[in-house]
Protein backbone atom coordinates (compact mmCIF):
# COMPACT_ATOMS: atom_id res chain seq x y z
CA UNK A 1 0.00 0.00 0.00
CA UNK A 2 1.48 3.47 -1.23
CA UNK A 3 1.76 6.27 1.80
CA UNK A 4 -0.07 8.43 -0.31
CA UNK A 5 -3.06 7.41 -2.40
CA UNK A 6 -4.96 9.42 -5.07
CA UNK A 7 -8.15 8.29 -6.48
CA UNK A 8 -9.26 8.36 -9.39
CA UNK A 9 -6.13 7.46 -11.28
CA UNK A 10 -7.95 7.95 -14.63
CA UNK A 11 -10.65 11.10 -14.93
CA UNK A 12 -12.05 11.85 -18.30
CA UNK A 13 -14.45 15.07 -18.45
CA UNK A 14 -16.69 17.87 -20.21
CA UNK A 15 -15.98 21.32 -20.74
CA UNK A 16 -17.75 23.12 -17.66
CA UNK A 17 -17.63 20.17 -15.23
CA UNK A 18 -17.14 20.35 -11.59
CA UNK A 19 -13.59 18.11 -10.80
CA UNK A 20 -12.79 16.49 -7.79
CA UNK A 21 -9.92 14.89 -6.81
CA UNK A 22 -9.12 12.85 -3.69
CA UNK A 23 -5.37 12.57 -1.69
CA UNK A 24 -5.34 10.04 1.40
CA UNK A 25 -2.43 9.35 3.70
CA UNK A 26 -1.93 7.03 6.21
CA UNK A 27 -0.28 9.05 8.80
CA UNK A 28 0.44 12.05 10.66
CA UNK A 29 1.74 15.23 8.23
CA UNK A 30 2.54 18.65 8.10
CA UNK A 31 1.17 19.77 5.26
CA UNK A 32 -0.05 18.72 2.38
CA UNK A 33 1.26 20.04 -1.53
CA UNK A 34 -0.85 19.45 -4.88
CA UNK A 35 0.94 20.02 -8.02
CA UNK A 36 0.18 20.26 -11.85
CA UNK A 37 2.26 18.71 -14.50
CA UNK A 38 1.33 19.29 -18.46
CA UNK A 39 2.17 16.23 -20.80
CA UNK A 40 5.63 16.43 -21.64
CA UNK A 41 5.97 19.57 -19.31
CA UNK A 42 7.55 20.74 -16.06
CA UNK A 43 5.79 20.71 -12.65
CA UNK A 44 4.38 23.20 -10.99
CA UNK A 45 3.33 24.02 -7.39
CA UNK A 46 -0.12 24.80 -7.31
CA UNK A 47 -1.28 24.83 -3.03
CA UNK A 48 0.43 24.00 0.18
CA UNK A 49 -1.70 23.49 3.23
CA UNK A 50 -1.84 21.93 6.35
CA UNK A 51 -5.23 23.45 7.45
CA UNK A 52 -8.87 25.19 5.98
CA UNK A 53 -9.04 25.35 2.30
CA UNK A 54 -7.07 27.77 -0.36
CA UNK A 55 -8.58 28.98 -3.65
CA UNK A 56 -6.67 30.25 -6.42
CA UNK A 57 -8.90 31.38 -9.85
CA UNK A 58 -11.12 28.15 -10.67
CA UNK A 59 -9.04 25.95 -8.02
CA UNK A 60 -9.81 25.13 -4.44
CA UNK A 61 -7.83 22.95 -1.92
CA UNK A 62 -8.76 21.01 0.85
CA UNK A 63 -7.31 18.85 3.82
CA UNK A 64 -9.00 17.26 6.67
CA UNK A 65 -6.37 16.80 8.77
CA UNK A 66 -7.95 14.10 11.24
CA UNK A 67 -9.60 12.25 8.46
CA UNK A 68 -6.13 12.40 6.71
CA UNK A 69 -7.92 13.36 3.32
CA UNK A 70 -7.45 15.93 1.01
CA UNK A 71 -9.17 17.05 -2.21
CA UNK A 72 -8.07 19.25 -5.28
CA UNK A 73 -11.43 20.81 -7.16
CA UNK A 74 -11.45 22.60 -9.99
CA UNK A 75 -14.44 24.61 -11.43
CA UNK A 76 -15.75 25.41 -14.66
CA UNK A 77 -13.09 22.80 -15.95
CA UNK A 78 -11.51 23.91 -18.98
CA UNK A 79 -9.31 21.52 -21.93
CA UNK A 80 -6.22 23.43 -20.82
CA UNK A 81 -6.87 21.95 -17.03
CA UNK A 82 -6.28 19.00 -18.55
CA UNK A 83 -3.11 17.40 -17.12
CA UNK A 84 -1.67 15.30 -14.14
CA UNK A 85 -2.42 15.98 -10.92
CA UNK A 86 -0.12 15.19 -7.95
CA UNK A 87 -0.62 14.84 -4.13
CA UNK A 88 2.71 14.96 -1.92
CA UNK A 89 2.75 15.02 1.74
CA UNK A 90 5.64 16.35 3.92
CA UNK A 91 6.68 15.90 7.60
CA UNK A 92 5.43 12.43 6.84
CA UNK A 93 5.88 10.52 9.89
CA UNK A 94 8.02 12.95 11.41
CA UNK A 95 10.62 13.78 8.48
CA UNK A 96 10.27 17.28 7.62
CA UNK A 97 13.02 17.24 4.75
CA UNK A 98 11.17 15.40 2.04
CA UNK A 99 8.05 15.02 0.51
CA UNK A 100 6.21 12.00 -0.27
CA UNK A 101 4.52 11.75 -3.84
CA UNK A 102 1.34 9.88 -5.00
CA UNK A 103 1.08 8.76 -8.69
CA UNK A 104 -1.19 11.40 -9.98
CA UNK A 105 -4.51 11.75 -11.10
CA UNK A 106 -4.49 12.10 -14.96
CA UNK A 107 -7.41 14.41 -15.92
CA UNK A 108 -8.37 14.92 -19.37
CA UNK A 109 -11.30 17.41 -19.96
CA UNK A 110 -12.90 17.22 -23.25
CA UNK A 111 -14.52 20.47 -25.21
CA UNK B 1 10.05 29.26 -12.25
CA UNK B 2 12.37 30.09 -9.18
CA UNK B 3 15.41 30.06 -12.05
CA UNK B 4 16.16 26.70 -12.31
CA UNK B 5 17.61 25.19 -15.21
CA UNK B 6 18.75 21.36 -15.70
CA UNK B 7 21.53 20.48 -18.08
CA UNK B 8 21.38 18.40 -20.59
CA UNK B 9 17.62 18.82 -21.55
CA UNK B 10 17.97 14.97 -23.10
CA UNK B 11 20.96 12.41 -22.98
CA UNK B 12 20.91 8.86 -24.57
CA UNK B 13 24.20 6.71 -23.18
CA UNK B 14 25.49 3.49 -22.93
CA UNK B 15 25.45 0.90 -19.78
CA UNK B 16 28.13 1.60 -17.87
CA UNK B 17 29.45 4.89 -18.73
CA UNK B 18 29.12 7.72 -16.11
CA UNK B 19 26.61 10.20 -16.46
CA UNK B 20 26.63 13.97 -14.87
CA UNK B 21 23.34 15.71 -14.49
CA UNK B 22 23.39 19.47 -13.57
CA UNK B 23 20.83 21.93 -11.82
CA UNK B 24 21.74 25.37 -11.35
CA UNK B 25 19.81 28.07 -9.71
CA UNK B 26 20.23 31.58 -9.85
CA UNK B 27 18.27 32.37 -6.29
CA UNK B 28 20.35 31.00 -3.37
CA UNK B 29 17.90 28.72 -1.95
CA UNK B 30 19.01 26.74 0.16
CA UNK B 31 17.61 23.38 -0.61
CA UNK B 32 17.95 21.59 -3.43
CA UNK B 33 16.09 18.36 -4.47
CA UNK B 34 16.72 15.15 -7.52
CA UNK B 35 13.61 13.29 -7.94
CA UNK B 36 13.04 10.76 -10.47
CA UNK B 37 10.15 10.20 -11.98
CA UNK B 38 8.73 6.97 -13.21
CA UNK B 39 5.64 5.34 -14.51
CA UNK B 40 4.00 3.94 -12.07
CA UNK B 41 5.91 5.27 -8.89
CA UNK B 42 5.17 8.72 -9.12
CA UNK B 43 8.68 11.17 -7.88
CA UNK B 44 10.90 9.79 -5.78
CA UNK B 45 13.74 11.41 -3.66
CA UNK B 46 17.28 10.48 -4.67
CA UNK B 47 19.47 12.66 -2.48
CA UNK B 48 18.79 16.25 -1.74
CA UNK B 49 21.10 19.52 -0.36
CA UNK B 50 20.94 21.41 2.82
CA UNK B 51 23.59 23.43 1.81
CA UNK B 52 27.32 23.77 0.26
CA UNK B 53 28.76 20.54 0.95
CA UNK B 54 25.67 18.61 3.30
CA UNK B 55 23.62 16.43 1.32
CA UNK B 56 21.33 13.31 2.29
CA UNK B 57 19.92 10.52 0.84
CA UNK B 58 16.45 10.00 -0.48
CA UNK B 59 14.57 6.48 -1.07
CA UNK B 60 16.29 5.63 -4.24
CA UNK B 61 19.54 6.83 -3.49
CA UNK B 62 21.32 3.42 -5.21
CA UNK B 63 23.92 3.70 -8.47
CA UNK B 64 23.68 7.30 -7.57
CA UNK B 65 26.04 10.18 -6.08
CA UNK B 66 25.82 14.55 -5.73
CA UNK B 67 27.73 17.29 -5.09
CA UNK B 68 27.06 20.56 -4.35
CA UNK B 69 30.40 22.86 -3.91
CA UNK B 70 28.65 25.81 -4.81
CA UNK B 71 24.60 27.27 -3.26
CA UNK B 72 23.31 27.42 -7.00
CA UNK B 73 24.92 24.03 -8.65
CA UNK B 74 23.38 20.56 -7.32
CA UNK B 75 25.16 17.45 -9.61
CA UNK B 76 24.02 14.79 -9.89
CA UNK B 77 26.27 11.65 -10.78
CA UNK B 78 25.33 8.33 -12.01
CA UNK B 79 28.85 6.45 -11.84
CA UNK B 80 28.12 3.95 -14.35
CA UNK B 81 24.76 3.98 -15.68
CA UNK B 82 22.22 1.04 -16.19
CA UNK B 83 18.86 0.65 -18.07
CA UNK B 84 17.51 0.73 -14.87
CA UNK B 85 18.16 4.35 -14.41
CA UNK B 86 16.55 5.25 -17.53
CA UNK B 87 13.72 7.86 -16.43
CA UNK B 88 12.68 11.71 -16.44
CA UNK B 89 15.12 13.56 -13.25
CA UNK B 90 14.07 16.66 -12.10
CA UNK B 91 15.80 19.01 -9.90
CA UNK B 92 13.84 20.99 -7.29
CA UNK B 93 14.07 23.75 -4.66
CA UNK B 94 11.97 24.94 -1.70
CA UNK B 95 11.70 28.56 -1.03
CA UNK B 96 11.93 29.71 2.70
CA UNK B 97 13.40 26.66 3.71
CA UNK B 98 12.73 23.25 4.99
CA UNK B 99 10.26 21.39 2.35
CA UNK B 100 7.11 20.35 4.36
CA UNK B 101 6.45 23.91 5.36
CA UNK B 102 7.69 25.73 2.08
CA UNK B 103 6.72 25.56 -1.66
CA UNK B 104 8.62 23.56 -4.11
CA UNK B 105 9.75 24.67 -7.37
CA UNK B 106 10.48 21.96 -10.54
CA UNK B 107 13.35 22.72 -13.22
CA UNK B 108 12.34 21.29 -16.71
CA UNK B 109 13.56 17.77 -16.25
CA UNK B 110 16.10 15.78 -17.89
CA UNK B 111 15.30 12.87 -19.84
CA UNK B 112 17.76 10.10 -19.48
CA UNK B 113 17.95 7.01 -21.98
CA UNK B 114 20.81 4.39 -20.69
CA UNK B 115 20.83 2.01 -23.90
Known amino acids: KNEVEQSPQNLTAQEGEFITINCSYS?????LHWLQQHPGGGIVSLFMLSSGKKKHGRLIATINIQEKHSSLHITASHPRDSAVYIC?????????????FGTGTLLAVQP | DAGITQSPRHKVTETGTPVTLRCHQTENHRYMYWYRQDPGHGLRLIHY???????DKGEVSDGYSVSRSKTEDFLLTLESATSSQTSVYFC??????????????FGPGTRLTVL
Open chain 1, 27 to 31: VGISA
Open chain 2, 92 to 105: AISVGGIISYNEQF
Open chain 2, 49 to 55: SYGVKDT
Open chain 1, 88 to 100: AVGGYGGATNKLI
